[in-house]
């Protein structure tokens, strides 16, 4: 090797190199602290209605008021809105007129889970059982056997909404969805992994002693509905209102002798909310006003009134326009959105699932997705050129470690974000978030590295 090839080798082609060998010593110390905040947050925050819940409070600790329409704006402000408890929105003002555009990151606090039906409880063989119906997508097999908890809430008849979380905490009870014995199982095990669990064996196991004294039907449901009762002070007929979910009861762990990684339930894509959220507690007032957006139902399509799609963004976007004497239009057309959700992280035990060229790496920095489609690009937003070159600068020029993502193989996977519901918009938008180990599945991995650069990553985006 010539020192003239040498040179050539080192100006013309691109060579990512592992992010442990790009990051200082004193940014080191930042990622343990930045990591240790989000592993509090993820034990905290296991439901969108938690997510939400958690973030209003240390944004108002830290000086955010909830935004009314009418409310005078100012630079430097930092306001908030609570869409119905489920998605939510923060922005800190800028400097620069509104109409010059907004600097959006947007990511989503919804994961998949196990929802319990409006008629669940019911008994068979004298033992109790809650029905669920899965949401988002999962591998059923993988949420038997595991220890869940159930959070939600109960909305009565009189009006009243009551909290439940119980499951998470060493002294609770916790739950379980049972499988077949292996001695038993020799035609399960000749099905598809797909359909070796169905959707209906979904169900949660949720007591077996009997109430005294009686010789009537039902005894083990009597029974457990008297323990909700003293407890919630609810009926049978009030599951009809409630909306309470099974997620799995583990806390979050450092995984790994050398404890890089982490593992969590719901990483996706509350690791990209987080990163995208913390920046603005400490933000000085920055150009471009900052908007931080924390969408719910993006697991099953982005719809409802707390989805991506929903009008609640331009309602919001609206209001602050029209409180900086701005126009909507104007403003949406000149901002950016950095649409940010995970990606699948490559698995080198399913190599063959994925081109490695262009799937994102574990310790590689945050990946930019220009494209998440599959089989000739299907249904994604694709970044422009322009686009991705205007944030291989921005991440350069602020030291982020960044990589390039794709989903799967061409022909294999594929999948959706929010992104193209902000491209809609008139919105210039890019995907970018951590890659993922395990995606979906009841613990989920991500690497420390990772997370800190995609914190990294959006604090630039805002400053942008
Ligand atoms: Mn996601
Ligand atoms: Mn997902």
Redesign the pocket.
Known sequence: MSERTDELRKSLLRAPKNGYDRISAAERTEMERYCKDYMKFMDAAKTEREAVSYTVEQAEKAGFVAFVPGMKLAPGMKIYRNNRGKSAIFAVIGKEPIDNGAQIVA??ID?PRMDIKPNPLYEDAGMAYLKTHYYGGIKKYQWTTVPLSIHGIVAKKDGSVINVRIGDEPTDPCFIVTDLLIHLSADQLKKPTAEAISGEALNILFGSEPIADDEGADRVKLAVMQLLNEKYGIIEEDFLSAELTVVPASPAREIGLDRSLIGAYGH??RV?AWASFEPLLTMDVPAHTAVCVLADK??IGSVGVSGMQSQFFETFMADVCEALQGCLRRCLERSFCLSC??SNAYDPIYAETCEKRNNSQINYGIALCKYTGSRGKGGCSDASGEVMGRIRRLFDDNGVVWQTAELGKVDQGG?G?VAAYMANRNIDTLDA?VPVLC?HAPMEVVSKLDCYMTMKGMKAVYND
């Open positions: 990511s989503h994961s996706d894509d990209c993006e697991e959700d995970v999948g974000t978030g995606m």
